[in-house]
């Protein structure tokens, strides 16, 4: 018994720690809803990108915007047209600073982190999207 | 001890044949953003640092980049121009005559198209500059969601602007298919740049 509970927690160990990281997709998405600039003019606040937005490379590393409002909209970095989408790979793990008028601050902030490399980097990151997410994926 | 390794090795081991087989999603073919689907770039009508109309329809056929900018910019813009010319070196003779810089200042009031044509030639004498009235400037900035604002300096009459840093990625149609953020290096520009010259 004692063996089988040892061998079956080295193996989620390795697994999380040396599994290469699935994706489905590498994009995260944010949409602009439809009636978003309606709800505005009424007076509603109406936040739809955060301040700041945290991506991995190797497992989120592009940011989709998406306009299905009814006019065009400053999203970011990019003004958007309604019904298009604006998709913005990053390449390298930094801080980037976009000037948004979306956001009160005039600034929106995408933060890319490098890819957990296997090991014990792979393990804590899919150790903290167990506990945040419920997922180890 | 050497068993408990052999053993932790195995089931690491095992863990590893035991996943899935993953493939990434295939990458953007370009480094730039892009707009899907693109768009007609919006059109405008500047005066020319080459003393003719400067108009995006005079371009079509070629690849334009548009960059929005002032002449006193102390690192983004001469930044910018020098990657865009880097690039235009890169790419070689032929494939760079297909591809036109325009740069449009942000600061009307100190930049005339004398001083935006030696600023220009600096960096690449192929790059195209324009002005015009204030109002017109700002109308064309509104169509393309660029931002520029004058930065007063305490205790001097200089001023700075702020502004938005991206490069507009026009294409032969004359749709704006990307917009390069600032900070990618010449090498992303000649690799977005064979691109669109290859789409055609």
Known sequence: MKFWLAFVLAFAFGWMAFAPIATGSSEELFEIPHGTYARRMAGNQVEI??????LT?????????????????????????????????????SIYSFACTAHASGEMQVIVDPEPAAGWDRFQWRWERLRKKGSAF | MAAVLRFLVAATLLALSMA??????????????????????????LQGTDGKELKLARFKGKLTLLVFGFTHCPEVCPTTLARLAQARKELGSAAAEAVQVVYVTVDPERDDLDRIRKYLGAFDKSFLGG?????????????????AKKVEAPGSDNYGMSHSTSV????????LRALMPFGHEPADFVHDLKLMLAAG
């Open chain 1, 49 to 54: 990108l955060p301040a700041t937005i945290r």
């Open chain 1, 57 to 93: 490379l190797g497992v989120r590393n592009v940011l989709l915007l998406r306009n299905l409002d009814e006019v065009p909209q400053v999203f970011g970095p990019a003004l958007i047209m309604p019904g298009q989408s604006f998709r913005l790979p990053f390449e390298l793990a």
């Open chain 2, 20 to 45: 899935p087989a993953f493939s990434a999603p295939p990458a953007s073919a370009l480094k730039a953003g892009v707009f899907e689907p693109a768009q007609p770039a919006p059109d405008f009508s």
């Open chain 2, 131 to 147: 002005t015009a009235k204030p109002e017109v400037l700002a109308a064309l900035r509104k169509n393309y969601g660029v931002f």
């Open chain 2, 168 to 175: 507009f990625m026009i294409d032969r149609q004359g749709k």
